[in-house]
């Protein structure tokens, strides 16, 4: 079946520093999703790509999907302590929006 | 304007019982999926509803069920408990294939 990993499982930065995960897809997708999940919250819908290369940016958080629609990644410039969370990403192929979350990424900010 | 909303919050149960999860998605929503997240994992598809019926299922044994009805809410049934039933259980709704919104969950143990 479809798997979708991300890298790295855990990253600890300083406030300021700059923060990025991979995603990767076993299978091509029709579009990808991107969740931030708060300790003890639920996912929080960030934003979601559909064009092969497409990139978005929203405020410090800049989102790229890969040519081959196989891959993206979430870049967060300047991190601050209200990015902390496991951020994933959601890759659907198409059929009826059954989504496939990645492993995520868990970030910890401290100043 | 109400986002989705899901009850119980918390839920204990014992191995071998049945549970019964409840969700209203958000107000103009048609489609209710549920999904399983495991602690310190992505959220998992079970299943989503769509027109009041099953439109796509997860790797989900069959002591999962569901049901949707006319004013567009959701249930999820697990029958015959097991230990690792014990999770984060998550309903996600929009309108058709659409983005999904989730609402905060129910967490569920099993003792």
């Known amino acids: 079946g479809q798997q979708v990993m991300q890298i790295p499982q855990y990253q600890h930065v300083q406030e300021g520093e700059d923060f990025t995960t991979y995603c990767n897809s076993s299978?091509?997708?029709?579009?990808i999703q991107w969740y931030k999940q708060r300790p003890g919250g639920h996912p929080v819908f960030l934003i979601q790509?559909?064009?092969?290369?497409e990139v978005k940016k929203q405020k410090r958080l800049t989102f790229q999907f890969g040519e081959a629609k196989k891959n993206s990644s979430l870049h967060i410039t300047a991190t601050q302590t209200t990015d902390v969370g496991t951020y994933f990403c959601?890759?659907?192929?198409?059929?009826?929006?059954?989504?496939?979350f990645g492993t995520g990424t868990r970030l910890q900010v401290t100043l | 304007d109400a986002g989705v909303t899901q009850s119980p919050t918390h839920l204990i149960k014992t191995r071998g019982q049945q549970v019964t999860l409840r969700c209203s998605p958000k107000?103009?929503?048609?489609?209710v999926s549920w999904y399983q997240q495991a602690l310190g994992q992505g959220p998992q598809f079970i299943f989503q509803?769509?027109?009041?019926?099953?439109?796509q299922r997860g790797n989900f044994p069959d002591r999962f069920s569901g049901h949707q009805f006319p004013n567009y809410s959701s249930e999820l049934n697990v029958n015959a408990l097991l230990l690792g039933d014990s999770a984060l259980y998550l309903c996600?709704?929009?309108?058709?294939?659409?983005?999904?919104?989730f609402g905060p969950g129910t967490r569920l143990t099993v003792l």
């Open positions: 996600a709704s929009s309108l058709s294939a659409d983005t999904q919104y």
């Open positions: 959601a890759g659907d192929t198409g059929t009826a929006s059954k989504l496939t």
């Open positions: 509803y769509y027109e009041e019926e099953e439109r």
């Open positions: 107000s103009g929503h048609d489609t």
């Open positions: 299978t091509t997708l029709s579009n």
């Open positions: 790509l559909v064009k092969s290369g």
